[in-house]
């Protein structure tokens, strides 16, 4: 049969049209049948033409899963990220129940129940992906100024692996963070970093300068605020530590004084984390001098200790083991130290209780505010180096 002209195929296909769409399946091939063999056209092309709009036939459907995490709910899990210091996947599912709790019960956060729900159930490795376009790299550096202390130094002993018992909460290292700046001449603030080994709580304290004196009163009041007693305390062997205040007050209190190997900061590597995690990612490298600053200083420590020990989770190491050259390291699931306290069996009910009371009473965003209003004023005391 001879191929119907160009003005016969098009008022052929428009007769079929309203046809074609109100057919069913068997019908709408007979009809392709019809089209085709009175206009020539391949199959393919008749059905194209009979479409609703002249042109497709029917809309494809789109390859793949509905998208499960919306715009909202990046939103909302991005201002939860930022709430919990930028924290990694693991660690940010760790801690989001109690962060987002309490969120919730300040009326931080404005979500559809959808939203929360999903935020609750996340995984970590979908956080990450989710988090990736807006994670930012952050490198600082800066200067180490422990100088050895020889007083004392033969009735102090060096602590080993195994001398301690990390399960029970008490045992802490301690360092001190220099804020100096560019240079390490004259004084300048310091921070003391006291770290539990156990359930990784810490607090921190600005200090006027390195002497004995303010350090270990320093080191005296973070006592008084632990939510245990000090039962070990492992320095370096800075003159700041290895001295007689300090070495009096172990002994009078029945504390095991303890100092790490020289040049091994490994030795100390929970307290060394954390000058990094809770010190240098919030305060920087800056040099800070006098009392004002010292002030300014402990007034953001005074939030940031709340904070890091109630809402960011930290993961733990649990073991080594060595596959061949390399050595694999093996943790548990991130835990907040405040959750880590709850759960261990020598710390007291009164005690669990006070730290409970403490948790609910807690609004992370306006800890969060209160230092960086803090974190402000210290900024207007920060020296400025002239370079010689």
Same mark, same amino acid.
């Given at each position: ?23 069913? &399946? ?35 459907? &789109? ?50 129940? /959808? ?29 180490? !100024? !422990? ?36 240079? !390490? ?106 009392? /004002? ?5 402990? /007034? ?35 835990? !907040? ?41 210290? /900024? ?9």
């Amino acid at each position: 049969m001879a191929k119907a002209s160009m003005t016969t195929r098009k008022e052929i296909i428009e007769r079929q049209k309203t046809a074609y769409a109100k057919a069913e &399946k068997k019908e709408k091939g007979k009809i392709l049948d019809n089209v085709c063999l009175n206009t020539g056209l391949s199959r393919d092309r008749a059905k194209r033409l009979l479409g609703k709009n002249g042109h497709i036939a029917s809309k494809k459907r &789109k390859q793949g899963r509905i998208t499960k995490y919306d715009a909202a709910f990046v939103t909302a899990l991005e201002k939860i990220w930022a709430y919990m210091d930028f924290a990694c996947g693991k660690r940010l599912v760790a801690g989001m129940n109690d962060m987002l709790e309490a969120l919730l019960q300040c009326n931080e956060i404005n979500a559809e129940p /959808e939203t929360i729900k999903n935020l609750r159930t996340v995984s970590a490795a979908t956080a990450d992906r989710l988090l990736a376009k807006a994670r930012k790299g952050l490198q600082l550096k800066g200067k180490s !100024t !422990t100088k050895p202390g020889t007083l004392l130094k033969k009735d102090i002993p060096i602590r080993l692996g195994g001398e301690w018992d990390d399960a029970i909460p008490g045992f802490v290292e301690i360092d001190l963070v220099a804020h100096c700046g560019e240079t !390490t001449a004259g004084d300048y603030v310091n921070t003391l970093d006291v770290t539990d080994v156990c359930t990784g709580w810490t607090e921190t304290a600005a200090v006027l300068n390195k002497a004995q004196v303010h350090v270990f009163s320093a080191l005296v009041d973070i006592g008084k605020k632990l939510p245990f007693p000090y039962k070990g305390i492992d320095s370096d062997n800075g003159s700041e530590f290895i001295n007689g205040h300090l070495y009096r007050y172990c002994k009078r209190n029945n504390i095991c004084f303890t100092r790490s190997r020289p040049y091994r900061k490994n030795d100390n590597c929970h307290v060394e984390q954390k000058n990094w995690h809770v010190v240098r990612r919030n305060i920087g490298y800056n040099r800070y001098e006098g009392l /004002e600053a010292v002030s300014a200083m402990n /007034e953001y420590y005074a939030s940031l200790r709340l904070y890091s020990n109630y809402f960011l989770p930290q993961a733990k190491l649990t073991a080594k083991i060595r596959v061949g050259a390399k050595v694999q390291k093996q943790y548990d699931i991130p835990k !907040t130290p405040y959750r880590r306290l709850l759960e261990s069996s020598h710390i007291t009910p009164e005690v669990k209780e006070k730290l409970h009371n403490t948790f609910v009473s807690l609004n992370p965003a306006a800890l969060k505010r209160d230092m960086a209003c803090a974190l402000g004023r210290l /900024e207007s005391f920060r020296v400025h180096m002239r370079n010689t």
